[in-house]
């Protein structure tokens, strides 16, 4: 491990020792919500900007502003593609991103916290209660009601999906607002959902098509994922083979990543951009999608499509693709017929996505 890597390190443990009794303390016994169109603004706080954790809140946006659909919603976020995400979220008013180097954007690193204090919320939520900088946001924001994301030892015994990343802040919310004397919510959660456009389904279609020519459906394959989530190229390339042999009668086109590499040394047609929402546009016009635990898988998973998780390490239950007819296979343990049989089963039974009615 590098010298940075290990401050870092450091440096997070010693935020989340530091803050994880913020809010701990907070009493909701004589605290009333009325009525519910009084809710004019929430913040949601989510200090984090990768693809995949940013895409992961989207079903606790959905909650939020199904609750409460007249409020205006704040994000608190880092970088720069929550913009991107969540552009026809029509509730979704600022975008508060901390600079992802702060030492280096002291000015813009101090005017977000400003921000976050000017501004008046009625709801203040933090997504993830391990957060330090989620939990000091609302903290440190000017909300009549304010949640820390702990979770509830209740949630946990009755949910068998709980310990999903998508859903758990859903529950923990769900939680906090019986606090405040709202009836118990046992609504199925929402799927992720990058919210594409008609216009921009037909763009994906016309990609695929410039590609093809061919009336034929599509299989996406992503085969990239960083560090140990990765394949290695030899499974790759034999896990291509067989999709060549078996799926003859369908197009089947990798998506590259930003890095711009392959596992299977470009041997399948490739589409390539760096407009997450352009990728998406293509993933939703395909049939499946299989890759790896990344940004990407969840992409396609908010763009609606069946998708097959492939993971090799990290935690199934927390990280799994899920709607759609979705799965996640642990790949240690699947064989061949395994393979085939859950891709049969989604092809023959699952659908285009929710967006095949709109091309």
Excluded at 89 to 103: E, G, R, S, T, V
């Amino acid at each position: 491990m590098g010298i940075q890597r290990k401050i870092n390190v450091f440096r997070r443990g010693l935020m989340r020792t530091l803050t994880k009794n913020i809010g701990k303390s907070g009493s909701l016994e004589d605290i009333i919500l009325v009525d519910k169109t009084d809710i004019k603004r929430i913040l949601i706080c989510r200090p984090n900007g990768r693809l995949g954790n940013l895409l992961l809140i989207t079903p606790l946006v959905q909650e939020v502003t199904e609750i409460f659909p007249n409020c205006k919603v704040d994000l608190f976020v880092k970088g720069t593609l929550a913009p991107i995400i969540f552009e026809n979220y029509k509730n979704i008013d600022k975008i508060i991103d901390l600079p992802k180097k702060p030492f280096k954007n002291l000015l813009k690193y101090l005017n977000v916290w400003i921000s976050i204090k000017r501004q008046k919320y009625d709801i203040a939520i933090n997504v993830d209660q391990n957060s330090s900088s989620g939990r000091l946001a609302v903290q440190f924001s000017n909300a009549k009601y304010k949640f820390f994301g702990d979770s509830n030892e209740e949630s946990q015994l009755l949910k068998n999906d709980y310990e999903h990343i998508a859903k758990y802040p859903v529950y923990n919310f769900r939680h906090y607002l019986t606090k405040l004397r709202f009836p118990k919510s046992n609504k199925i959660i929402a799927p992720l959902d990058l919210k594409l456009t008609p216009s921009e389904i037909a763009e994906g279609k016309e990609i695929l098509n410039d590609l093809f020519h061919n009336d034929k459906k599509t299989i996406c394959i992503f085969t990239y994922a960083t560090g140990d989530k990765c394949l290695s190229t030899d499974w790759w390339e034999n896990f291509y083979s067989k999709l060549k042999e078996e799926y003859t009668n369908y197009n089947i086109i990798e998506i590259l990543p930003v890095e711009n590499v392959s596992q299977i040394a470009f041997k399948a047609p490739t589409f390539y951009s760096k407009d997450v929402r352009e990728i998406g546009s293509v993933i939703a016009n395909s049939n499946l999608f299989i890759g790896a635990d990344s940004g990407i898988m969840h992409l396609a998973s908010a763009s609606q499509t069946p998708t097959i998780g492939l993971f090799s390490g990290t935690s199934i239950k927390k990280y799994e693709p899920y709607d759609n007819c979705s799965i996640a296979i642990d790949v240690n343990i699947y064989t061949k017929k395994d393979y085939l049989k859950t891709i049969n089963s989604i092809l023959n039974n699952g659908k285009l996505g929710n967006y095949s009615n709109a091309m």
